[in-house]
């Protein structure tokens, strides 16, 4: 139990994972998970990212679980609205296929795919300006934590953030913690880290709006099933984002279980 009245959110994020009879599985026992041991909403909200390509067939597939999943993109356009912009999925067409909830700034897009400064805060924008609701990600290097500079790394990110939202708009955001040293490494920050991280977190958020207090603040690198629990534990820490784990129906199941468990 701690003392947070944030309803803490597993998310799976499954990157670009997996082939589509494999996901109808995922999704499948997922269900089967939830009918057996249902988790209440208000203790756990459990979301899942699929690939682009198969959004709107997971949303579809997710109709009739026990438990209301919810579905999210990992990415969309910089650009808003419709038109010539080949390859492009925008903030409008997801909310027309009511997919109401997007990652941005991923350590994956920012190092693989370039989206910089300027591309994030472009896609924070049109997100929250066409109502998407956001799961915005922070994180420093490796090198960066052996410098001392991750808090300056991540707080950057959180000023970068709070330079294109509105004051109303922080409602619609929640913030992944993702040292990228721990993404798909096994390697995860340990809940004290991650707690301090999250505690600096929350002490920015509270002086850029007076939502700061009620802001989820996920951590992602390397949850698996069995280290849920101590870090669910840590009082900032309100929820998952999890990728390899959230391959597997039993320990994404589990991992929401022990949000749920040990938050209430
Ligand atoms: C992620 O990429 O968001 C992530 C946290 O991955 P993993 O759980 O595999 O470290």
Known sequence: MSGSTITPWVVGNWKM???????QQLIQSLKQYLQAGPIDVAQCRIAVAPTA???????????????????????LSR????????????????KDSAIHYVLIGHSERRELFGDDVSQITAKVTH???????????????????????AEQVVLQQICDLSSVVKAEQWQNIKIAYEP?????????????????????????????????????????????ADNAEALAACPDINGALVGGA??????FYKIA???AQTKH
Request: proline share 2%; aromatic share 4%.
């Open 17 to 23: 994972n997996p082939m589509q009879s494999d996901s």
């Open 53 to 75: 390509i198969a959004l709107l067939s997971v949303q579809q597939q997710l109709q009739d679980a026990a438990v209301e999943v919810l579905t999210v993109a990992q990415d």
């Open 79 to 94: 650009v808003a609205g419709t038109g010539a912009y080949t390859g492009e999925v925008s903030a409008e067409l997801l």
């Open 127 to 149: 997100a929250l300006n066409a109502g998407l609701q956001i799961i915005y990600c922070v994180g420093e290097s490796l090198e960066q934590r052996e410098q001392g500079l």
């Open 180 to 224: 990228i040293w721990a993404i798909g490494t096994g390697k995860t920050a340990s809940p004290e880290d991650a707690q301090a991280m999250h505690e600096k977190i929350r002490a920015g958020l509270k002086q850029l709006t007076g939502y700061g207090q009620d802001i989820a603040i996920l951590y992602g690198g390397s949850v698996k």
């Open 246 to 251: 959230s391959l597997q129906a039993e320990s």
């Open 257 to 259: 279980q022990a949000f």
